[in-house]
């Protein structure tokens, strides 16, 4: 099997009105650095938080988020591991930290933290998100999909079951039930560019390298800072054989989001693109 495409969306639990106030400000300065992607700042008031209450299990778990978006997996860990030492019951972190076990493929510690997330929220649906992937991962297919179900029953807006299971259609060469998941996510919130470059994704390997590009256009309009979705577009171009806009693209789209240098199959695409463009000349 292919590996699977982690889709997995992660979030912070924030619950101010548990906080001093001073600390409920540093709080509120960081939640709003973390919704602009200002991941430095965002760390720096939960670290203060950190010196000023080292037990506030809120600011690990918070910390951790960003550990993760930096991939930094083993201080992700850390830092789940500390809020759910200093709260029990902390469902978040709990499935937070199931998710690094993914990341790190550690398959037994991501069964039980997951599984301990749901004992103490069972119709949370970025866990039940987390175990479909999981089990997607390891082939139990049955207990996948069924998982999934769970998840779009409890809450059929929710985009991110469509875009989990539809991976997991991609990976398995099932592109039909793939662009099935695409176009709930796109009926069930039409205004978020990811479910458009993911159908376009799907249309690619459809052979249906018109809409693909529509869908990519569409993408585009939504949301012009994604970098994600000039990468893809740029990958099509390859296959369309127009080299230098290929080249273009991912590279813009690496400007936007340079983490991705560090993601071979995009490296491997890039330089492909730029091969052929030398040799076109």
Sequence with gaps: MKKILV???????????????????????GEEAMNKKEYDTALSYFNIILRKKSDEAEAHNSAGVIYMVYKDYDKAIEHFTKAIEN????????????????????????????????????????????LGTLYGYISKLPESFETF?????????????YWNRGALYMNLERYDEALADANKAINANPSLAKS?????????????YDKAMEDYKKAEELDP?????????????????????????????????PDLWHDKTVLDYYKQAKENLTNKK
């Design 7 to 29: 889709l997995i969306v992660i979030f912070m639990s924030f619950c101010s009105s548990a906080l001093p106030q001073s600390i409920e400000s540093l709080y509120k300065k």
């Design 87 to 130: 709260k029990k019951d902390f469902s978040r972190a709990y499935s937070n930290r199931g998710a690094v076990y993914i990341l790190k493929s550690d398959v037994e510690n991501a069964f039980l933290d997951l599984n301990k997330a749901l004992t103490l929220n069972p119709k949370d649906l970025m866990t039940l998100n987390s």
């Design 149 to 161: 179900a769970k998840a779009e029953e409890y809450d059929p807006k929710y985009v991110d079951t």
């Design 196 to 208: 458009y470059y993911f159908r376009g994704t799907v249309y690619k390997y459809l052979g249906n």
């Design 225 to 257: 800072n994604d970098g994600e979705v000039f990468i893809r577009r740029g990958i099509l171009n390859l296959a369309l054989g127009e080299y230098q806009k290929a080249v273009d693209d991912i590279e813009y789209g690496l400007k936007l989001k």
